[in-house]
């Protein structure tokens, strides 16, 4: 079990090479499950060598509690249990794949 | 006796949906929906038709000292050079001696088979003991055209002997006949055709019974005494049409594979042959007839000696060897169809510097290194200067061949800043087994499949194209593989 | 009978630009830049310089080739200047061949400088050289410097077993610190705090590097004068800052092409850390060193180092990461500027960036809060190349 913050939505986080953001969070079922994601885009300028960006997802885990708790700064905490099983991680990356096409980069975290 | 003493396939590994196809492109030709079934084949973005000839070859050479083979001979309408002979191109990544015969047929769909009835003749006249064949085809049609929907990519080889020859020639009849049914120009990709219903009606229905009865006639044998009819047609319709036409038995007529790869043009009479080779028993009669500008019809005798063939990947294993390509879109850009930004990165200049190609040739086509004679260390590039700390010899090295070796992963990434076609960009270092390691790309994967201590095997494919000079560079990749040999 | 380079030279002064995209800045106004601070700290006057090494690594769309770019942008007075070129050890090489002409009691006084003008390539990233070969050209992958150090992380997580998410934890602390300092250093390009929490909901660049594993391109310049510990302590009211150590490790070629090399360590760093470690007389690196700047283009060349500078055991790393060991506040402060993390990486100017944050801590120069404390030995690494083929400086300079 993991505890996860949530990140402020659409707040931009700078960097030296780019920035990012997160857009959306998202909920999918999966076995039974609730798989809890975040769509993200960033956009990479020069950072050491090119220039890309991309529309990303991450996906925390699978929920065991929604925001039931606040960090100092006050942002939600929910409590995760994250996904190893690589079977269970083809299965969801596919389904999302097809739920937000042209979001090619897939983490669990 | 000359014949084919062994065959091989290669279909690439990306499948594209007919109806995906359809639905990016079924607005503009709704008439496509009537061909929008099943899936084709098509070439990943690092393929061409020189590189699935090769991936073919490799198959069909699997067990074979390749010392023994006097000329190859390869055969596409779709050939990356026009000048530059791309049969000395493959012959190099196959590792092939010096001292061979080669030849580039083009021109017409039935290349492949007349490639392989020159070297069946050229065996025969006992001018050469081994000759490999090659054909394969990479075809465009443009977007939303019903060519597009038939069009599909592959590879068929065979090695010709005299000796230990698992399918006797046993003769031939040939016919020229400028019938443009399709074209293309020395300057246009696409392919252009004439109206369907005359293609069929004056094409197909005429030149297929001509040159198959030309056979029948010249070897003194009847349709009923062939095991497998093999023909080439586009038409599905017509196929049936023939096959009434010719009181053919529907059982034995060679299934067209259109459903689960496509028309893949020079190379389609050859692949369908190997599928049938596939499942031949010894004294089955093969009949197999080529279109394109003509046919050439050719009869073989399957021998005892088949059941020696070792089972390569062949037609069956690169079927079953299968991912969707989801996205159209994708798919005309592999092709070059779609000016696509692939950043300022992707268009750094390369310069090919051919006297260095030309220094490093076996090296760089043939993936050849170098294997220390004092401490037995193989090294890939080749070294003068052996890397083994405990050793440092000095030019007492061997060729060592590394493209037939397996592998394992050492390192890998994905990385998404790399100019890319098919982002992200895999690479990483490999280890051979035996000994030796070098840093290379991974295809025919995705990020997923790689595993620091998976195992590989060695693919040549396009390294790098230099638009402004009309360069096609080329070198070996790492494939994943389920299990080490 | 050789005795290396322990107490013969003296940092008589050092001088650093501003780091970052320098739009108004050609790579002549960043060598005026730097070298108008080393004069002033340094005290003395252009004409007792009397050779230079000069260090820049891009060229083509730098100032050129040669020492003469130097010579006529400073107006030198028809001196020895020589280029040095080392790939990202360049920097530290103009510095060693400055220190050995010292050493070698040919030359009083010398200058070395660094410089490097990256962003006038056009596009983001280090611009598309043949810095690998024409061989390595046509047969290695359309690779970048983020993909080719990924391979480290993927080779170290697999050899020592270490889940993703842990390892990713623990590169995030490392950028995480160094942006913490980096924050408090007006010479930084990059001076944000960023939460670890930032750094793991990153994209991926190159798995399993993400954005903020990876250093940035920026323009800069850096330089130092030395002289032998008489002259600057003549000149000098303080005790000068000596050079102790000077290693430079170049790949054998046995890790590309051998069969020992286990692809998650630097090699060549293990071997010149030996080298300067021996020189400088250090027995217990991890006792003995107060302080570091490292190569961190990549946060998982800053873990490896940890290990190849015999400081964290091997397959270790990430418990002192997590002890924050290499914290400010911690036993060995890394990157107590910011590090390439928060400067980018000028190629030239970085191994004399990186010596003048050691001086000036050295010298106890800094405010308060960014100051390390009881600095006694300060350590710097450099690596250019490719973790299987590289070149390593490892500096170590001390009072």
């Known amino acids: 079990m993991d505890k996860y913050i949530h990140p402020e939505l659409n707040k931009r986080v700078e960097f030296f090479g780019g920035s990012y953001l997160f857009v959306e969070e998202g909920r999918l079922n999966y076995q039974g499950k609730e798989v809890f994601y975040l769509l993200g885009m960033a956009g990479v300028e020069s950072s050491c060598c090119g220039t890309g960006g991309c529309a990303f997802i991450k996906v925390p885990g699978y929920v065991l509690s929604w925001k039931k708790a606040w960090s100092e700064s006050g942002q939600s905490i929910s409590e995760v249990e994250r996904i190893v099983s690589e079977e269970s991680q083809t299965a969801i990356r596919k389904i999302l794949q097809e739920k937000h096409p042209g979001f090619q980069q897939i983490e669990f975290l | 006796m000359p014949g084919i003493v062994s065959f091989g396939a290669y279909v690439p590994r990306y499948r594209l949906k007919r109806m995906t196809i359809f639905q990016a492109m079924g607005w503009i030709n709704p008439t496509t929906i009537m061909l929008a079934q ?188 062939f095991s497998r009819v093999i023909f080439q047609c586009s038409y599905d319709s017509e196929r049936k049409n023939l096959v009434k036409r010719l009181k053919l038995d529907p059982e034995k007529i060679q299934d067209p594979m259109h459903g689960s790869i496509g028309e893949t043009g020079t190379a389609h009479s050859p692949l369908m042959l190997v599928r049938a080779l596939e499942e031949a028993k010894p004294g089955d009669k093969l009949l197999v007839v080529s279109f394109g500008s003509g046919c050439d019809a ?64 076996k090296a760089v086509l043939g993936l050849v290194g170098s294997r220390c004679k004092k401490c037995g260390a193989p090294q890939y590039p080749p070294q003068r200067v052996c890397a083994n700390p405990a050793c440092g010899a000095v030019d007492e090295t061997e060729d060592y061949p590394f493209a037939g070796k397996k592998g394992r992963i050492l390192s890998y990434t994905g990385d998404m800043l790399a100019a890319s076609y098919d982002p992200p960009e895999l690479y990483g270092y490999v280890e051979f087994d035996g000994g030796g390691r070098f840093m290379c790309n991974f295809t025919d994967c995705t990020l997923e499949d790689l595993k620091v201590g998976a195992p590989v095997s060695f693919s040549f494919r396009k390294k790098y194209y230099d638009e402004k000079r009309d360069i096609q560079g080329y070198f070996w990749k790492a494939v994943p593989r389920k299990e080490v040999a | 009978m050789a005795t290396g380079i322990k107490d013969k030279v003296a940092v008589l002064g050092m001088g650093c630009t501003k780091f970052g995209e320098r739009w108004e800045s050609a790579a002549e106004d960043l060598i005026i830049e730097a070298f108008q601070e080393v004069l002033a700290d340094a005290g003395i006057e252009k004409k007792e310089i009397q050779a230079a090494w000069f260090g820049t690594h891009i060229d083509e769309v730098n100032v050129g080739k040669s020492g003469v770019p130097l010579a006529t942008t ?55 050289t043949a810095a690998f070969g024409q061989m390595q050209a046509l047969i290695g992958p359309n690779a970048t410097a983020p993909g080719l150090f990924a391979q ?157 500078l015999q400081i964290s055991p091997r397959g270790r790393a990430i418990d002192d990461i997590k002890d924050g060991f290499f914290d400010l506040k911690g036993k060995i402060p890394c990157q107590p500027d910011g590090g390439l993390k928060c400067f980018g990486h000028p190629i030239g100017a970085s191994g004399l960036r990186m010596l003048y944050e050691m001086y000036n801590q050295l010298l106890e120069r800094w405010p308060e809060e960014r100051k390390v404390k009881n600095p006694r030995l300060g350590l710097t690494h450099n690596l250019g190349g490719i973790p299987s083929t590289n070149v390593c400086s490892v500096a170590i300079i001390g009072r």
């Open chain 2, 298 to 361: 050719l009869y073989f005798e399957v021998t005892d000696q088949i059941s020696k063939k070792k089972k390569g990947m062949g037609v069956q294993g690169y079927l079953a060897n299968r991912a969707d390509l989801p996205s159209y879109p994708k798919y005309a850009v592999f092709r070059g169809m779609l000016p696509v930004d692939i950043g300022l990165r992707g268009e750094a200049d390369f310069l090919t510097r051919w006297s260095l190609i030309w220094r490093k040739r």
């Open chain 3, 152 to 308: 480290l992380a993927t080779s170290y997580f697999a050899k020592y077993g270490i889940d993703p998410a842990a390892g990713k934890k623990a590169l995030a602390h490392i950028s995480a610190k160094s942006h913490a300092n980096g924050a408090m250093n007006p010479k930084a390009h990059l001076r944000r705090p960023v939460a670890e929490d930032q750094i793991i909901n990153a994209p991926m660049i190159a798995y399993p590097l993400g954005l903020f594993d990876c250093c940035g391109v920026s323009d800069g310049a850096a330089a130092a004068i030395v002289t032998t510990p008489e002259i600057a302590r003549s000149l000098k009211k303080q005790d000068p800052v000596l050079v102790k150590a000077l290693a430079i490790c170049v790949s054998s070629g046995e890790e590309s092409l051998f069969n020992t090399w286990d692809g998650a360590h630097l090699e060549t760093t293990y071997r010149a850390g030996q080298m300067a470690f021996q020189e400088a007389g250090i027995k217990n690196p991890r006792e003995e060193i107060s302080m570091m700047e490292v190569h961190d283009c990549f946060s998982i060349t800053e873990l490896t180092v940890y290990e190849d």
């Open chain 2, 38 to 225: 099943g899936e084709k084949a098509v070439a990943n973005s690092d393929e061409d038709s020189l590189t699935m000839a090769t991936a073919a070859c490799i198959d069909c050479l699997d067990g074979f000292d390749r010392t023994m083979i006097d000329g190859l001979f390869f055969a596409s309408t779709t050939m990356p050079y026009l000048e530059r002979q791309n049969a000395g191109i493959i012959a190099g990544a196959l590792n092939l001696r010096d001292d061979v015969r080669s030849a580039d047929f083009s021109g017409a769909l039935k290349s492949g088979t007349s490639a392989l009835l020159s070297a069946l003749e050229g065996v025969g006249s006992k001018n050469a003991n081994q000759i490999l064949v090659g054909a394969a085809d990479c075809r465009l049609g443009k977007m939303g055209s019903p060519q597009e929907m038939i069009f599909g990519d592959g590879g068929a080889a065979f090695l010709v002997g005299n000796q230990e020859v698992i399918a006797e020639f046993k003769g031939s009849y040939s016919l020229t006949c400028d019938f443009v049914d399709h074209y293309r120009g020395s300057k246009t990709i696409f392919d252009r055709q004439w109206e369907d219903r005359w293609i069929r009606d004056l094409g197909f229905d005429e030149f297929i019974p001509k040159a198959i009865n030309g056979l029948l006639k010249q070897c003194n044998l009847k349709l009923i005494d």
């Open chain 3, 74 to 128: 400073l107006k030198l007075p028809f001196i020895p200047v020589t280029r040095t070129e080392n790939y990202c050890a360049t920097g530290t090489e103009a510095f060693r061949g400055a220190c050995y002409a010292v050493a070698a009691g040919v030359y009083d006084i010398c200058l070395a400088l660094g410089v490097e003008k990256l962003k006038d390539t056009g596009y983001g990233g280090l611009p598309a």
